[in-house]
């Protein structure tokens, strides 16, 4: 299994909704990561999680709060959106060895799930 | 921070030409380079990568090229066909302080017939 899974593949919710998005990989990768992209735009880093642990977060709002329940499953809890947070999220996933020669960084992308906020 | 851009932000060719993607990076510690296309309604997909120890690697009708004296790279596609319409991004990192990729701003290939 080579692919990044992502539910659901569109959301809409109002600005005072709770909702999740949901990622699943089976390739054994120890490090995901949730980007943001809006149209036009390259993606943008919000999480990234090594080991089940968060190990980047840049400075994303609060109202966004994710979860990594196991090396399999990433999460991104929503809460109390604005309607510019409106994007594509993309969940990925790599393997986490380090160093120029191991080609540690080919990062496997999901096909997003497309949120609107209205 | 890691500053990535590209020089065109929009590219037409005809079909069976060759296609030449480019992309400036700013930071001299970057090490590793990765192209991915973006169709629409997709996630990005890894194309072709290479590490600051080479100048050139190619794939199947792709070509990324190196430059680190003037920190740019560039992405050939040969004979372009309409399946390679997208948008193609570069992404660098310095596998010693992250592994985190920083995409560039993207540039939207069309292929006509």
């Known amino acids: 299994d080579t692919e990044v899974t992502q539910t659901p593949k569109h959301l809409v919710m109002g600005m005072t909704n709770k909702k999740s998005l949901k990622c699943e990989q089976h390739m054994g990768h120890r490090a995901m990561y949730w980007y943001k992209q809006k149209a036009k735009k390259p993606p943008e880093l919000m999480f990234v999680y090594s080991y089940e642990k968060l190990s980047i977060n840049e400075s994303v709002p609060s109202r966004f709060s994710p979860e990594c329940p196991n090396s399999s499953l990433l999460n991104l809890h929503l809460h109390a959106l604005q309607p510019e947070d409106s994007a594509l999220y993309l969940c990925?996933?790599?393997?986490?060895?380090?160093?120029?020669?191991?080609?540690?960084?080919?990062?496997?992308f999901g096909a997003g799930s497309r949120l609107t906020v209205l | 921070g890691e500053s990535v851009g590209l020089h065109l932000p929009t590219l037409s060719v005809q079909e069976g030409d060759n296609s030449i993607i480019n992309c400036a990076y700013s930071?001299?510690?970057?090490?590793?380079f990765i192209w991915y296309k973006q169709e629409s309604g997709k996630g990005p997909q890894f194309i072709i990568d290479?590490?600051?120890?080479?100048d050139k690697r190619q794939g199947q009708r792709v070509t990324v090229l190196l430059n680190k004296t003037v920190k740019h790279l560039s992405l050939q596609i040969a004979a372009t066909q309409p399946g390679d319409s997208a948008v193609y991004f570069c992404?660098?990192?310095?596998?010693?302080?992250?592994?985190?990729?920083?995409f560039g701003k993207g540039t939207s290939l069309l292929v006509t017939p």
């Open positions: 990925a996933s790599s393997q986490l060895r380090t160093g120029v020669a191991s080609g540690a960084n080919v990062l496997t």
């Open positions: 290479i590490r600051s120890n080479m």
């Open positions: 992404a660098v990192v310095n596998s010693n302080s992250g592994y985190a990729l920083n």
């Open positions: 930071n001299s510690a970057s090490d590793y």
